[in-house]
Antibody, heavy 120, light 107 residues
């Protein structure tokens, strides 16, 4: 059974960099889009971006200048760095596996979520 | 970016009711649409992908339909465990975008 687990600091100061890691267990990291999604308190879901198993990345234009997503295949994990954070970046951050092979397109496995609060 | 508009934003229903949630895309997305269920404090769970294909393990009371710009999620007979928030997601073009959610509450 595939399992995803986020880890990282739960509190980040304004203007600093948010860093999260997602460890993937129970399955290969190949052939999928490893994705970060966030949800501000009481709000909806926002796609942050992905790293493909080949190393290619893509991110939401609204965050692109601040986002780095990377993959470490040797450790079966991928990471998110979001720089220059403000209170608006306070959210639960989910990592998820996206399948994009016809006919299936979707996020079939998710981490449990990591709450990151931006505050001094 | 493609905007996804869900309606209603919330609804109250009773166990056994038939419930329909709609999602409209700001441009055509073929059938590249998924539906997700989220319960409080939990990660979303994939219910339906490619507009109408039921994810493995999801009860058959859930169904999806539509293509192009208009999509529907139907719960044929609402069960107590179905009270949750439902999101559509367009998987057609980047950035991927979610609807704002529909909260299904107990009447």
């Amino acid at each position: 059974q595939v399992r995803l687990q986020e880890s990282g600091p739960g509190l980040v100061k304004p203007s600093e960099t948010l860093s999260l890691t997602c460890i993937v267990s129970g399955g290969s990291i190949n052939s999928y889009y490893w994705t970060w999604i966030r949800q501000a308190p009481g709000k909806g879901l926002e796609w942050i971006g992905y790293v493909f198993y080949s190393g290619n990345t893509n991110s939401n234009p609204s965050l692109r200048s601040r986002v780095i997503i990377s993959l470490d295949t040797s450790k079966n994990q991928f990471s998110l760095k979001l720089s220059s954070v403000t209170a608006a970046d306070t959210a639960v951050y989910y990592c998820a596996r996206r399948v994009a092979t016809r006919p299936m397109y979707g996020f079939d496995y998710w981490g449990q979520g990591a709450l990151v609060t931006v505050s001094s | 970016a493609i905007q996804m508009t869900q309606s209603p934003s919330s609804l109250s229903a009773s166990v056994g009711d038939r419930v329909t949630i709609t999602c409209r895309a700001s441009q055509g997305i073929k059938n590249d649409l998924g539906w997700y269920q989220q319960k409080p404090g939990k990660a979303p769970n994939l219910l339906i992908y490619t507009a109408s294909i039921l994810q493995t393990g999801v009860p058959s009371r859930f169904s999806g339909s539509g293509s192009g710009t208009d999509f529907t999620l139907t719960i044929s007979s609402l069960q107590p465990e179905d009270f949750a928030t439902y999101y559509c997601l367009q998987d057609y073009d980047y950035p991927l975008t979610f609807g704002q959610g529909t909260k299904v509450e107990i009447k």
